[in-house]
Structures are given as structure tokens and as C-alpha cells.
């Protein structure tokens, strides 16, 4: 009886080589340039700093802060959020879609995810279960308010996001999201032009429909992956590198102020076109990813790429941890400068990347003079013994 089973067995695995070679094809790619290397660290550098504004300290509620948002510092906030937090996004993604072309075509399957789990998702546990911690504890003993645990169900979305967005770490479903295409990176980044076409138009669909599908849970990341796959694909990083950067920078000049206007007076606008707002918000970001890909470049090319990559080991364990001192800290270091809407919260909000960033170059070094080896597993990676963090720090 076993033997009769063979044949179908052959058939199914000619069904599954033919449908590989109709998915699948060649796709070489080229070698990074060197300058193309060094964009990547400084964008990372600035792109992260800027997501701290996406979550900056506010000493308001929410409603509060929409209520308020055509106020002068209102409208400053929604500028810094909306294009230089939010927009920062994008270029992440792309520039993990774009690094992943290589490196998913060179490693066995099982050894290309379980660096990734490594690198990604570990961080991300760890850093959300600490985040829990501290944060509820501090709730508890009365030092902030925040959210306080209710139940397993809410617990498991905190510390993995399997199904929904965190309270807390509202970040690091982010690095879920892109775990998830990291699993899927090594078919992505083999399919043939036309089905990657196809699946890239397909996720932009999802993505301007806002579906809800719990394998991704904010499809614009798989979308921005995909983006940095078809980049790697066709040069696109090259050609834009080529381009003036007056071209580069017109299509943001060009939606950014509409973006913002619709965030500060477009909130019932929203609610009823939700499309339309999300695909402007899709095209916003795009253009924001291309202007800064070209920043970077010029950046790279200049003196100022030296001191800004000294930073590049930190940026890991900044996008990880720099909700905990927001939300530890914010309040009592905020009531020096005051809440938004009063005189000096300006200065306080342009500050706070910069004061995250001090926390996680500490954070980083008692890290690495505790365990090396847990520091290199919350960094991502990042800080290693041969890369002399001390000496990063001792020049940043």
C-alpha cells in the first residue's frame, strides 16, 4: 500500500517545482555601493531620533490634544509628528526590504529566520516585558498613571502584539509586523518581476482599504518591505541618488502641507473618507522616505557622517526603550519646561530625541558592563565586543 502512494507523491512535487518555476526566478543582485552603506547608518541615525516625536511627552489627554491641535504649538507638534515621526517610518522598512535582498539569497532558510528571531523579535519580548514592568510598577507604587494589567489576554498583546497594538511599547509592533516579512522575505525576494509587481499592487490595496488581517497588523510596513525589495530590484536607490534635490524634495513640499492640514482640521473629514485620507498619508510618506533617503546621501557624503554614525550602534536600543524614560520620566522632567500650549513646551518637545538618546547610550553602556552578551541581544545586534562601545560612547 505504501508503494501505491509514491506516484502521487512524484505528481505533487512536479506540481510544486512547476509552480516554484512559475513564482520564482533569477534575481541577481547587485553588491552595495559604499556610499550606499553609509546612507543606510545615517538614515537609520535620523530616522529613528525622529519617531521619538511620534510619541513625545504632551502632559495632555488625548482629547485634549486634538481639541487644541490649530493651536501655534499644536500646529509645531502635528509638523514634527506628521513629517519628520510618522514619515520616518517608511524609509525603515524600505531600507529592511532593500538590505534583505542579499542577504535572504545567501543563507539557508532556517539559518537566515533564526537570526532574524535573534535580532528582531528576542528585542522585542524583552523590551516589552521590561517596558510592563517598570511601567505598571511605577503605576502601582503611584509614581505615573498609565495602564495598569488586565488579564492574559491583555499581558500577551503587551509583551507580543500577536493580534493587537500595545498600550505601552506602541512601537514594537513595528519590529512584529516586520518579523513577520522577514519569514516571508526569503520567497519575496526570489518572485519574478511581474508577481512582485502584482503582490506590491495587491498589499497598496490593502493597505489604502485598511483591512484588518491579524497576520499583519499595519499592512503599510509589509507594503514599505516590498517597496525596498522592488528599490533593490531596479536600482531605484541609485536613480534617486542621481537626481537633483530639488526634484527629490518636490513631491513632499508638495503633500506635506496638505497632510497636515488634514491632521490638524481634517478630523471629521477623515472619519468620513478614510481611504482617500490613507492613501494621501501612503503618498505623504513615500515622498517623505525618498527626501530623506536623498538627505542621507548627502549627509554621507559629508564631514558630518562621521560624528552622526557614532550614534548608528544606539539606534536599536533607542527605538526599543525610549517609550520607558517617556513614560517614567516625562512627567516630572516635563513640569520644568510645562505641558503643551505653555510657554517653554516647544523646547522641550525638540529636545526629547536627543534626551532619549542619552538614556540609551546609559542604558547601553550598563548594558555592556553587565553582560556583554545580553547587551548584544537587547541592542539587536548592534553593540558587540568588536565593536569597542566605549569607545563609540567615549566619542559620540
Not at 523579535?121 to 511605577?138: H, R
Not at 533593490?232 to 524634495?249: G, I, K, L, T
Not at 505653555?342 to 526629547?352: D, E, G, K, M
Amino acid at each position: 500500500m505504501p508503494n501505491a502512494n509514491i506516484p502521487i507523491l512524484r505528481e505533487l512535487r512536479r506540481a510544486g517545482d512547476a509552480a516554484g518555476r512559475i513564482l520564482l526566478g533569477s534575481t541577481p543582485v547587485k553588491a552595495a555601493r559604499p556610499i550606499q552603506s553609509e546612507a543606510i547608518s545615517v538614515a537609520r541615525v535620523l530616522c529613528i531620533l525622529g519617531i521619538v516625536y511620534a510619541h513625545a511627552w504632551t502632559g495632555r489627554t488625548g482629547a485634549y490634544v486634538v481639541a487644541h491641535s490649530d493651536s501655534w504649538q499644536g500646529i509645531f507638534r502635528w509638523l514634527l509628528v506628521e513629517l519628520v515621526g510618522r514619515s520616518s517610518v517608511p524609509l525603515l522598512g524600505m531600507v529592511s526590504g532593500w538590505l534583505v535582498t542579499s542577504s535572504a539569497l545567501r543563507r539557508d532558510y532556517w539559518g537566515f529566520i533564526l537570526n532574524k528571531a535573534r535580532t528582531i523579535a528576542a528585542p522585542m519580548i524583552i523590551w516589552n516585558i521590561l517596558a510592563v514592568v517598570l511601567i505598571c510598577g511605577a503605576v502601582y507604587v503611584g509614581w505615573i498613571r498609565g495602564p495598569s494589567p488586565r488579564g492574559v489576554q491583555w499581558l500577551l498583546t503587551e509583551i507580543f502584539s500577536l493580534l493587537g497594538f500595545a498600550n505601552i511599547n506602541v512601537q514594537t509592533p513595528f519590529l512584529r509586523d516586520l518579523f513577520v516579512c522577514m519569514i516571508m522575505a526569503p520567497l519575496l525576494v526570489r518572485l519574478k518581476p511581474g508577481f512582485l509587481i502584482a503582490l506590491t499592487l495587491i498589499v497598496l490595496v490593502w493597505t489604502i482599504g485598511n483591512w484588518w488581517f491579524p497576520l499583519i497588523l499595519r499592512p503599510q510596513v509589509l507594503l514599505f518591505f516590498l517597496l525596498g525589495i522592488c528599490a533593490r530590484r531596479w536600482d531605484v536607490a541609485e536613480y534617486v541618488a542621481r537626481m537633483p534635490f530639488s526634484y527629490a524634495a518636490l513631491p513632499f513640499v508638495i503633500l506635506a502641507p496638505i497632510k497636515v492640514a488634514l491632521s490638524v482640521w481634517g478630523f471629521w473629514f477623515g472619519r468620513e473618507n478614510p481611504e482617500l485620507m490613507i492613501a494621501i498619508e501612503v503618498a505623504t510618506r513615500l515622498s517623505a522616505a525618498m527626501l530623506m533617503w536623498r538627505t542621507a546621501l548627502l549627509i554621507a557624503a559629508s564631514p558630518a557622517k562621521s560624528f552622526i554614525q557614532r550614534f548608528e550602534p544606539y539606534m536599536f536600543l533607542l527605538f526599543c526603550s525610549h517609550l520607558i524614560p517617556i513614560w517614567l520620566f516625562g512627567l516630572p522632567v516635563g513640569r520644568m519646561f510645562g505641558p503643551l500650549d505653555t510657554p517653554a513646551y516647544p523646547l522641550f518637545l525638540i529636545i526629547q530625541p536627543i534626551l532619549a538618546l542619552i538614556a540609551a547610550i546609559i542604558i547601553g553602556r550598563t548594558l555592556f558592563a553587565i553582560s556583554p552578551a545580553m547587551a548584544t541581544l537587547m541592542s539587536g545586534g548592534r553593540l558587540r565586543v568588536e565593536r569597542e562601545p566605549n569607545r563609540v560612547l567615549a566619542t559620540a
